[in-house]
């Protein structure tokens, strides 16, 4: 099964993040309820390892961490998604460095990557292709965002099936954050 573990975005930020999707041309997008930040993609993996990941996410002290927007932005050279930076934080990524741990401890292999905290709200591939011509324009339109900074206090286990119209999320497991950190 295909999982990863991220951290759902804060419900005020739900409707922003709506309007600049519609803002965007071309693309799929990410449905409202499907909005996270990624803190570790679990790739393919039996119930036994998820089932192990879910125990050491249960057995650890994860601390709250401050999700700080930083501006709307693409990824990639030829744009593979449009995406709401977040403020690199090391609460946050303390929090995906102990996530990335409870994975090692389940027997999942991740591969070495540089993490760029963002919430995806546009993917584009397939037939879903970036129209350049008005992708710039558009971005400079959506501008800042305007969102208040928050604290992410829940981790997600989900599952994510793949589907023509787009990757099918389900919850497995949640896991309440330790602590407070300053937004």
């Known amino acids: ?5 991220g951290i759902p975005v ?10 600049a999707q519609k803002a965007l041309p071309g693309g799929r997008d990410v449905d409202p309820d499907d909005l996270h930040v990624t803190l570790a ?5 039996s119930e036994d390892r998820l089932e192990a990941m879910h125990e050491a ?3 650890r002290a994860l601390a709250a961490a401050p999700l700080r927007p930083a501006g ?27 996530v990335r741990g409870a994975a090692r401890a389940a027997g999942i292999d991740l591969p070495r990557d540089r993490f760029r905290p963002h919430v995806t709200l546009t993917r584009f591939g397939g037939r879903a292709k970036p129209d350049m011509g008005r992708l710039p324009r558009a971005l400079e339109g959506i501008g800042a965002p305007d969102l208040a900074a928050e604290v992410a206090r829940l981790v997600v286990l989900w599952s994510s099936t793949l589907t023509p ?11 309440q954050l330790r602590g407070a950190a300053d937004a």
């Not at 804060?10 to 309007?19: A, F, G, K, S």
């Not at 993609?41 to 993996?45: G, M, R, S, V």
């Open 165 to 175: 119209d787009g990757p099918v999320y389900e919850v497995l497991a949640n896991y």
């Open 1 to 5: 099964m295909r999982a990863f573990v």
């Open 57 to 59: 996410l249960e057995t």
């Open 72 to 98: 709307i932005a693409t990824l990639g050279d030829t744009p593979r998604a449009v995406v709401l930076d977040l403020a690199p934080d090391r609460a946050l990524t303390a929090l995906r460095d102990a």
């Open 41 to 45: 993609f679990l790739d393919d993996q």
């Open 10 to 19: 804060p419900e005020t930020w739900i409707t922003p993040l709506v309007r």
